[in-house]
């Protein structure tokens, strides 16, 4: 699995505030400096008042401002079982690589085309499961082959939307998504959680890793204070 950051909004820790202290404040946010906006909230400088103020917005649950910043994240090699799981987060929007236009390359080595889970490996039963993906795989060319022998690929050939129906779910994929911060770390609540499957937890992790270097306040204060507590945080 590899996992970058495509694109990100700029300042996101200075949005949030800004979003945050225009709540309380007559003065029109746009027309003031960063320390003018920030004057009001505890701190020695203006990088300790944004931490108070971020600390005590995820405190409070005012989570609204930490929805303007949005990132979006390259995802390359993730089985259809983890696509299936994130995108069950609707407030994410998603671009995920067709199957049906993009057809695994026939005879090329199935085991760069599928994630073999670690307990497999561990269980010493490798060769099995790239055995068992590799015939689906198979079944699929043969299917959209013409050239495949009859007994094959019966009367005709079968479309490549059809013929995924036999791929396996550890096929992998790409996808590029993009969420607000605020979605993020709902994302982060449900999916680095101990009991979310360890495919999506690890592309989570790789996701706030990079969140703290974008948003680093908030990502930094996510994981300190938030991270791991039972009341989890509901967008
Ligand atoms: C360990 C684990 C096991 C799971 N097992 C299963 C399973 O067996 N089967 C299965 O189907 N799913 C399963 N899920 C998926 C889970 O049920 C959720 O659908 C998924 O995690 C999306 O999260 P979410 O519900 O918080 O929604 P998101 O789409 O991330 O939305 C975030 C929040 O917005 C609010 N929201 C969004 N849409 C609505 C709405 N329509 N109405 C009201 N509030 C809304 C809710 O507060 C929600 O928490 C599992 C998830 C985990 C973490």
Same mark, same amino acid.
């Given at each position: 699995m590899k996992v970058a950051l495509l694109a990100?909004? +700029?300042?996101?820790?200075?949005?949030?505030?800004?979003?945050?202290?225009? +709540? /309380?404040?007559t003065e029109f946010v746009a027309d003031r400096g960063f320390a003018?906006?920030?004057?009001?909230?505890?701190? &020695?400088?203006?990088?300790?008042?944004?931490?108070?103020?971020?600390? !005590?917005?995820?405190? $409070? &649950?005012? /989570?609204?401002?930490?929805?303007?910043?949005?990132?979006?994240?390259?995802?390359?090699?993730?089985? $259809?079982?983890?696509?299936? !799981?994130?995108? $069950?987060?609707?407030?994410?929007?998603?671009?995920? !690589?067709?199957? $049906? /236009?993009?057809?695994?390359?026939? &005879?090329? +080595?199935?085991? &760069?085309s599928v994630v073999t889970p670690p307990s497999v490996e561990e269980a010493g039963l490798n060769d099995e499961f790239l055995e068992g993906c590799e015939r689906q795989f198979e079944l699929y060319h043969n299917l959209i082959d013409e050239d495949a022998p009859k007994k094959?690929?019966? +009367?005709?050939?079968?479309?490549?939307?059809?013929?995924?129906?036999?791929?396996?779910m550890a096929t992998k994929v790409n996808m590029v998504f993009t969420l607000n911060a605020r979605a993020l770390m709902h994302v982060a609540d449900m999916r680095a959680a101990a009991d979310a499957q360890w495919e999506v937890r690890e592309l989570t992790d790789r996701m706030l890793e990079l969140a703290e270097d974008w948003m680093p306040t908030t990502f930094e204060t996510y994981r300190e204070e938030m991270l791991g507590r039972k009341n989890r945080l509901a967008p």
């Open positions: 990100s909004t +700029d300042s996101p820790d200075e949005l949030a505030c800004r979003a945050a202290r225009n +709540d /309380y404040t003018e906006v920030m004057e009001a909230v505890d701190g &020695g400088t203006v990088e300790e008042k944004k931490a108070n103020l971020i600390s !005590q917005l995820m405190e $409070r &649950g005012h /989570y609204g401002p930490f929805e303007h910043p949005n990132a979006t994240f390259a995802v390359r090699g993730i089985s $259809r079982v983890c696509m299936a !799981q994130i995108t $069950r987060h609707r407030h994410a929007s998603f671009d995920v !690589q067709s199957l $049906r /236009y993009t057809i695994p390359e026939p &005879g090329s +080595d199935v085991r &760069g094959f690929r019966g +009367d005709g050939t079968t479309p490549p939307e059809d013929a995924r129906f036999l791929l396996p």
